[in-house]
């Protein structure tokens, strides 16, 4: 078997921070996330590091709903306990087979000699119909059915061959340097994951999560970059996506925390990325519960890849989007034998099933009341522009 086939999961924080597990030792793929099958794999694994991949669609069985689309990417969810995770080897010895495995693998990243690739996305929505669905919309947001709802579109490709998939990772994190790449190979499973943004993190006894709402395109020139964040950080429009999503989130919280300890660190702050700027808020709490059970199905899915209220934002989505989301507004991230986690959120990310050679990415933005569906259909091009220069290069 060669090292491109061995199961491996990347966590890249590219701030000189790396997580890597590989040789899976055992897993679970759940349908229903259970709170036994859930509590009883961790309790297994309790001393390790379990890695996971939370599915979008895990939403079904946490709040009651349904999806009436196929799941064309079939992204299992999944939790997944390796040998040897991490150049620290938080477990596992460093035998002569696992420094070879390193040794390719820091390889791989450092040789930015990158393969190119000819894979042409082609949206799955047109753009009459996009701008249409955001009319609906906005008219439940009239109706006061919703406050803010996270609208997405798909971007695909068919009979694509990905023969060096660690390759296309490094290349995408070179480009975007994200604070919560990701790369997860699983079977016939791909995530190629450049993710600005974190879902949840428990650490020193508190949970925080960090909603992203807001986005502008970087500039090319410094004096335009600067405009670009100064518009970004003044937008009324976009301070209120953000507000919002920070209310879901604080209440969402307040569902597993301890009494008072729900409390907004950071708000409408500007952070910039290589691709993009965007507007991220800090809301913590101190928990209530060492469940990871319970808070998951407290949080999921994000405020931010979702709204508000959520569960009638969820039914609108399912109604207006013509894709199943799958992993895509999902999250992937890792357990410590101390019980502490991080999670993302899934998104300007590929993902990728090697045995029906299909590959997706999702886009989107919150639309509220104020959205202008030709900006929110620029936006989305944004955010899909450095995905498609990475796959046709």
């Not at 694994?45 to 991949?53: I, Q």
């Not at 803010?148 to 990772?169: G, W």
């Not at 995408?172 to 994200?178: G, W, Y």
Request: hydrophobic share 35%; aromatic share 10%.
């Amino acid at each position: 078997m060669s090292y491109e086939e061995v199961p491996i999961c990347i966590f890249n924080s590219n701030n000189g921070d790396r997580l890597v597990g590989f040789e899976c030792e055992d897993y679970l793929v759940s349908t229903s996330f259970e709170s036994k099958e859930i509590d009883t794999f961790l309790s297994k694994h309790k001393e390790d590091y379990t890695f996971l991949a939370l599915n979008y669609n895990l939403k079904n069985p946490l709040m009651g709903l349904t999806s009436k689309l196929e799941d064309k990417q079939q992204f299992p969810m999944l939790l997944l306990n390796f040998k040897s995770e991490g150049h620290a080897f938080l477990k596992g010895t460093s035998t002569s087979e696992v420094m070879a495995f390193l040794d390719w693998l820091m390889e791989m990243e450092t040789n930015e000699n990158y393969h190119s690739y000819s894979i042409p996305l082609r949206a799955q929505t047109s753009k009459n119909n996009y701008l249409s669905r955001v009319n609906q919309i906005k008219k439940y947001l009239q109706r006061g059915d919703i406050y803010e709802v996270n609208y997405c579109q798909e971007f695909f490709a068919n009979d694509v061959e990905i023969t060096h998939p660690l390759d296309l990772y490094f290349k995408l994190n070179h480009f975007t340097q994200a604070p919560f790449s990701a790369y997860l190979n699983f079977n016939e499973h791909f995530l190629f994951c450049a993710s600005p943004e974190r879902f949840i993190q428990k650490k020193d006894g508190r949970i925080i999560s960090q909603p992203i709402k807001g986005t502008a395109a970087r500039g090319i020139t410094e004096e335009q970059d600067r405009s670009n964040i100064d518009l970004l950080m003044t937008d009324p429009k976009e301070h209120s996506e953000n507000v919002i999503i920070v209310d879901l989130v604080r209440n969402d919280l307040s569902k597993i925390a301890a009494r008072g300890s729900v409390k907004v660190d950071e708000l409408c702050k500007v952070y910039s990325f290589p691709t993009v700027h965007q507007l991220i808020s800090t809301v913590s709490c101190e928990p209530n519960t060492e469940s990871f059970y319970d808070i998951i199905r407290a949080l999921f899915p994000m405020g931010s890849m979702t709204g508000a209220p959520k569960k009638r934002a969820l039914e609108i989505i399912d109604e207006m989007e013509d894709f199943n989301r799958g992993l895509y507004s999902g999250s992937i991230g890792y357990i410590d034998p101390k019980g502490d986690f991080d999670l993302n959120v899934v998104i300007r990310s590929l993902v990728y099933n090697n045995n029906t050679k299909r590959m997706s990415c999702g886009v989107g933005s919150a639309i509220t009341i104020s959205s202008d569906p030709e900006k929110e259909y620029e936006e989305c091009l944004i955010k899909i522009e450095k995905m498609r220069n990475v796959i046709t290069s």
